[in-house]
């Protein structure tokens, strides 16, 4: 007897030979978990939720091919792990890493024609629509996760390294400022000193230069005025040198003359 289908709220119905097959007409939900292999060649443990229904139109297609619903669920299940294979081998092992979300999306697109075909009838899919797929897990080789551990920590190492390095830079730089600076109030200290010995002397020169300057002149009027020689001016100078000396003894022997009187 040639089939036929009918629906209810629940379930489309086929019957052959006057047995019903019943498929379900809500989303089925289907788990799957194994392991593929990546564009480079490594294994990937993955673990996956995918949502699947048979249309009404492809419901007697699917019985003629896959005969109930048992031998069908378990046909979509395994065009789901091959449109997992397929999608790994797309991807190399660091894209699981940090590529997550996109390789779920390439999942998800090539999990489509491999349900539902290249068009509308389903002769190219296992006669189920995909509704949607999750990719819950994936779980990378120990290998591979000890080799990125290492790596972070080589990574967190290095950026310690560099931080310390940048704090002792910056301290070295300070003690630079810092000793540029205390070298710059010496130099500045020293200047200032210097300057103010060198006024002093300066001053003290002009003083003592004035002195004599002062006395020459004094010296030149006494012997204009006076009319002395040369000697009688010595004898000037010595009589007011010995004036000005308080309580002088001196001790000579004989012949000695202290007086310059014969000379003024």
């Known amino acids: 007897m040639p089939l036929s289908s009918s629906a209810n709220s629940a379930h489309f119905s086929a019957f052959r030979s006057f047995e019903f097959i019943k498929f379900p007409s809500t989303f089925i939900t289907q788990d799957i978990h194994d392991a593929c292999l990546s564009r480079d060649g490594i294994r990937v443990g993955f673990a996956a939720t995918f949502q699947y229904q048979i249309p009404e139109k492809w419901l007697i297609p699917a019985v003629l091919k896959y005969r109930d619903f ?11 792990m091959s449109a ?9 092992i660091s894209d699981f890493q940090n590529q997550r979300g996109i390789i779920q999306q390439t999942v998800e697109k090539n999990l489509g024609p491999k349900l539902e075909g290249e068009d509308e009838t389903g002769d190219g899919g296992v ?7 999750q990719l819950s897990n994936v779980d990378l080789p120990r290998r591979y996760r000890d080799a990125i ?5 080589a990574n967190e190492d290095i950026a310690l390294a560099v931080n310390e390095r940048s704090q002792e830079v910056t301290k070295a730089g300070t003690e630079l400022l810092k000793s540029k600076a205390e070298a710059q ?6 200047i200032n000193d210097a300057n103010v010995t060198l006024t002093e002397a ?7 230069l004035f002195a004599f300057e002062r006395e020459a002149e004094t010296l030149v009027r006494v ?18 040198m010995l004036a000005t000396v308080a309580n002088l003894k001196v001790s000579a022997n004989e ?3 202290f007086s310059q009187k014969t000379e003024l």
């Open 84 to 92: 997992v294979q397929h999608s790994c081998a797309e991807y190399n």
């Open 127 to 133: 006669y189920a629509k995909a509704i949607s797929l």
């Open 255 to 257: 012949p000695a003359s």
């Open 185 to 190: 109030k010496v130099r500045d200290t020293a």
């Open 70 to 80: 048992g031998k069908w669920a378990d046909v979509v299940e395994s065009a789901a």
């Open 149 to 153: 551990a290492e790596r972070q920590s």
């Open 223 to 240: 012997k204009t005025n006076l009319n002395l020689t040369v000697e009688g001016v010595l004898g000037f100078l010595a009589n007011n």
């Open 202 to 208: 300066n001053l003290k020169a002009e003083e003592i």
